[in-house]
């Protein structure tokens, strides 16, 4: 298969007050039509850098990403995000919010009543038919969450990028809407970019696991082919040990090879502290 | 342990009868005896203040002569009223009858030109302040839009705002009154130039804190919101009808509320500053006029004044609170 979508040797510096900063350095990585690949690496790593140059919210400062062979220059529907919190406008109905992205993208290429179809499709993917005509604050934090996936999903985009899409939910939540990803993608088969921090999550979902070494100038330090077989049973995996090899490679990565130096405060340092912020 | 005790104790259920109705007591009496209660003892202290005011017109009003007031200015409402009626009617009979006597006659109606009544006061500060705020409303919300989504704009417009905002447009009067009369010039005037100026000085007031208060709600827009419309790909007009306007609603009606408060405050003390008709002119007549009642038509005055205050922010939270998403920023 041919790639999709490269990610081509991109740096990426934001100018401070207090000089350059340089956040990613010589991040390079090729997706294949309907990979699902898993960003993964502690906070502050440059991983959601990654996913918005990707997304076109951010400009690399060298190097670019291609998409089908041509440049990515500003954001668009054929990369769809799936944002952190979720980000539905509050004053339009699920069904709206899915509306207003199938209006614009759908546009002069749907009649009204294939849109409609298309909405409700959509939220029926998500199992969320019965909630679609409520607004975002009525719902859980869960279920907004789907929307925001029935969103993307609408826009059928080329790249479905996520950035930490259940990293706001509860553990059982999480679990839930990890299976639900799964059941779709298996139907869909796109091609998927998601943030996480959990390893979990990343060893079940993904076809590779992309690694991320330390900020600043973060880059990708390891790639982790996942070559369980589909459809993945998490209850099933748990005493699978290729599994566990994968899980504890992608741990002895994060937490041996590039663990994270926390700088431990003494009581000394915090108390000047407050008495600079007082 | 007192947890424990209540539960020994209400095993009685005398007293868990007293808790229940203490319970409705408290949920549903309380938000209306309260206010009651409030009201009752600043009556009586009020009497007892104005008792003790002597002035050169007597008496200090108390609760009683406002009421008093009140239903006099009711009554010389509908007096006026009937007279102006009386007179029409006897201007169509002389009418009537000069017609049939020389049917080469053209009837004139002249207007009946009786003093305005507090009422009729009351409905011209009632339009000229809606009219002033509908007014700048129109200029303030696109404006505060376009310094919202420009920082050039804003970083232009923003010193002339600061300078302009702190200027009481009591002010303006004087220089609004001789402009109006300069540039308003025509045979037959639709609006009388005194509503004229009344409703410049309620919009140069109104046009500060909505400006102001709708380029802050456009700013502090949400960034993820910015970057679904980005992902979209949404056209500019689109952008702003569809993201940056329901976003801003909040922020906008803050401004609005803001501004009509302001507004209803200044229009009085502008319209007594100015002479021009509405309740201003009403507290100021009856401060020259000098009458044993006086001073109780003035407060009297005061406390509609207060009403319709009042009335106007609990109009705005109500329509807030239909076109707003955010259903708590509609509370007080």
Known sequence: MTTLLNISKIDMVFPTPKGDFTALQNVDLQIKKGEFISLIGHSGCGKSTVLNVVAGLYQATKGGVLLNNKEVREPGPERAVVFQNHSLLPWLTCYQNVELAVKEVFRNKMSASEMKDWINHNIHLVHMDHAAHKLPDEISGGMKQRIGIARALAMQPEVLLMDEPFGALDALTRAHMQDSLMEIQDELNNTVIMITHDVDEAVLLSDRIVMMTNGPAATVGEILDVNLPRPRDRLALAKDPNYNNLRSSVLTFLYEKQRKVETITTSKKTSSKKEEVA | ?332
Not at chain 2, 56 to 82: C, I, W
Not at chain 2, 163 to 176: D, E, T, Y
Not at chain 2, 216 to 229: H, L, P, R
Not at chain 2, 256 to 269: F, N, Q, T, Y
């Open chain 2, 1 to 332: 342990m007192t947890t424990l005790i209540s539960k020994l104790v209400a095993g009685t259920s005398s007293f868990s009868q007293f808790k229940t109705n203490f319970r409705i007591f408290n949920y549903y009496a309380k938000p209306v005896l309260l206010p009651v209660i409030g009201m009752l003892i600043f009556m009586f202290l009020w009497t007892i203040a104005a008792s003790s005011i002597n002035t050169s017109l007597g008496k200090f009003p108390g609760p009683s002569e406002v009421g008093t007031q009140m239903v006099n200015l009711y009554q010389e409402h509908v007096a006026e009223r009937d007279k102006a009626d009386a007179f029409y009617q006897r201007q169509e009979e002389r009418n009537a009858k000069r017609v049939a006597k020389d049917p080469t006659y053209e009837p004139k109606i002249r207007a009946y030109t009786g003093k305005e009544t507090f009422l009729d006061q009351i409905i011209t500060s009632l339009i000229t302040v809606m009219s002033g705020f509908i007014l700048a409303a129109f200029f303030a919300i696109p404006l505060g839009i376009a310094i919202g989504l420009s920082k050039n704009l804003n970083t232009a417009i923003n010193p002339i705002i600061q300078i302009f905002k702190p200027v009481s447009p009591l002010a303006w009067l004087p220089l609004v009154t001789m402009a109006v009369s300069a540039l308003y010039v025509s045979d037959d005037p639709y609006f009388a130039k005194s509503f004229v100026n009344s409703l410049i000085t309620v919009t140069l007031c109104c046009i500060w804190p909505m400006v102001i208060n709708t380029s802050v709600g456009v700013i502090s827009i949400n960034q993820d919101w910015d970057n679904v419309s980005k992902v979209l790909r949404l056209p500019k007009l689109k952008h702003i009808q569809k993201i940056v306007i329901p976003a801003a609603i909040p922020s906008i009606f803050t401004g609005m509320r803001m501004s009509l408060g302001v507004a209803w405050m200044v229009l009085i003390a502008a319209e007594m500053l100015a002479q021009n008709p509405g309740l201003g002119k009403f507290v100021w007549d009856e401060f020259q006029n000098g009458s044993s009642d006086s001073l109780s038509r003035i407060m009297t005055a005061v406390v509609v004044i207060g009403f319709i205050g009042f009335l106007l922010d609990r109009t705005m939270q109500k329509i807030q609170y239909h076109v707003s998403w955010n259903k708590d920023s509609a509370k007080l």
